[in-house]
Every structure is written in structure tokens, then in C-alpha cells.
């Protein structure tokens, strides 16, 4: 499976910016697929998942202004991203899990998106 993400840049305070990540290679083994974060300094953190099933589960720090969402036809899934705030400033990173434990998984490149305040 391969990951290439996009949508990163430069956003002021309250604005917004979607991030895709378009999947090929053995899509048909995806069960999973989400962003997480890395802010300098800090672990890489879970921002938002999507299963095969439509199931989705958001941080709690991101609930009500990411929504995250795929699009089966182009293998692509998106993280629409409002109301940004300086702490949301960070690489994401977007992965795909061939399983429900995480085993195996696969990671794109990363985007930076900065928030300024």
C-alpha cells in the first residue's frame, strides 16, 4: 500500500484546509485508514480514523471541527480541518492499517500545516 498526501500550508487562526491521501496498491486489504499529528517536540499523536465500514473516531481535541471522510472510488480519504487554532500547527501524517490492531501498517509522507495565530 502506498499513501501520497497532500493539502498542507500556511492558515490563520480560524480558518480552514483539507488534507487528502489517495491509497493504491492492495486497497482491497485496507480495513482502516486516518491522520495523526506530530507537533515539534511532541509524539505523534491520533487525529481522526475511518474504517472500511464508514466508522469513524475522532481526538477529543478535534471533535466538531475535523471531519474526516473517504472517497471509495478514487481511494482517497480527506480530513477537512475548520476553525483551526495554533495548536492544531503540526506534520500530518496519514496511514493505513490492513488490520484492526494496528499490525500492520503502512504511512504516508508527511504535510506540514501551520496555524498562525
Known amino acids: 500500500v502506498q499513501l501520497q498526501a497532500s493539502g498542507g500550508g500556511l492558515v490563520q487562526t480560524g480558518g480552514s484546509l483539507t488534507l487528502s491521501c489517495a491509497a493504491s496498491g492492495s486497497i482491497h486489504s485496507i480495513y482502516r485508514m486516518g491522520w495523526y499529528r506530530q507537533a515539534p517536540g511532541k509524539q505523534r499523536e491520533l487525529v481522526a480514523i475511518i474504517t472500511s465500514g464508514g466508522g469513524t473516531n475522532y481526538a477529543d481535541s478535534v471533535k466538531g471541527r475535523f471531519t474526516i471522510s473517504r472517497d471509495a472510488y478514487k481511494n482517497t480519504v480527506y480530513l477537512q480541518m475548520n476553525s483551526l487554532k495554533p495548536e492544531d500547527t503540526a506534520v500530518y501524517y496519514c496511514?493505513?492499517?490492513?488490520?484492526?490492531?494496528?499490525?500492520?501498517?503502512?504511512w504516508g509522507q508527511g504535510t506540514l500545516v501551520t496555524v498562525s495565530s
Open positions: 496511514n493505513a492499517d490492513r488490520d484492526v490492531l494496528g499490525l500492520y501498517r503502512y
